[in-house]
Nanobody, 122 residues
Framework: QVQLVESGGGLVQAGGSLRLSCAAS????????MGWFRQAPGKEREFVAV????????SYADSVKGRFTISRDNAKNTVYLQMNSLKPEDTAVYYC???????????????WGQGTQVTVSS
């Protein structure tokens, strides 16, 4: 069983930056692809970014491409999401998730964190 804990959310002005972290425990972190997802009020949870177990492959939603960067440190069992040039529409609860295969599909991920709130003011 993998436990995931996100941190780093907060309130930031439009154009600002935040770095989210997700610490994993209870499993072999390097066995899992890791994804970031977000859910805004009244909307479905959506894919943001994914990184392969080795870090060699990444994918991004079109809405964040060029602004967000996903990375991982397998020695620290942690995945990161660097968010730059934030926009009010990035406001959401951000979740990290783990899956044994690389996927952009929300419904295949097995393990989820509790989420961290990101609020971008205009």
């Amino acid at each position: 069983q993998v436990q995931l804990v996100e941190s780093g959310g907060g309130l930031v002005q439009a154009g600002g930056s935040l770095r989210l972290s997700c610490a994993a425990s209870g499993g072999t972190f390097s066995n899992y692809a890791m994804g970031w997802f977000r859910q805004a009020p009244g909307k479905e949870r959506e894919f943001v970014a994914v990184i392969s177990w080795s870090g060699g492959s990444t994918s991004y939603a079109d809405s964040v491409k060029g602004r967000f960067t996903i990375s991982r440190d397998n020695a620290k069992n942690t995945v990161y999401l660097q968010m730059n040039s934030l926009k009010p529409e990035d406001t959401a609860v951000y979740y990290c998730a783990a899956h044994r295969s690389y996927s952009v599909r929300t419904n295949v991920y097995d393990y989820w964190g509790q989420g961290t709130q990101v609020t971008v003011s205009s």
